[in-house]
């Protein structure tokens, strides 16, 4: 897969990311399967992996400022 940005290739990682969910609350995701390119480092998360995302987001603790969970499909 090419990168829509600057047409480098893409390739499979995992990596950690940072969610703000409000102003007081910050989710960690350890390990989430992307692709990232390797010239310009612009990244996309598959629809598939988003949507259990949007779960895990959903599932939160409201009274935790910040949590950190390893993604797991």
């Known amino acids: 897969m090419k990168c829509h940005i600057c047409g ?3 390739e499979k990682i995992q990596t950690d990311l940072p ?4 102003d007081h609350k910050i989710l960690v995701m350890k390990d989430v399967p992307v692709e990232q390119c390797n010239s310009c480092g612009e990244s996309l998360i598959p629809d598939p992996v988003m949507e259990v995302l949007d779960n895990v ?3 939160t603790d409201k009274a935790v400022e ?3 969970r390893r993604y797991a499909a």
């Open 8 to 10: 480098g290739q893409m």
């Open 19 to 22: 969610f703000k969910l409000d």
């Open 57 to 59: 987001i959903e599932s």
């Open 66 to 68: 910040i949590e950190i």
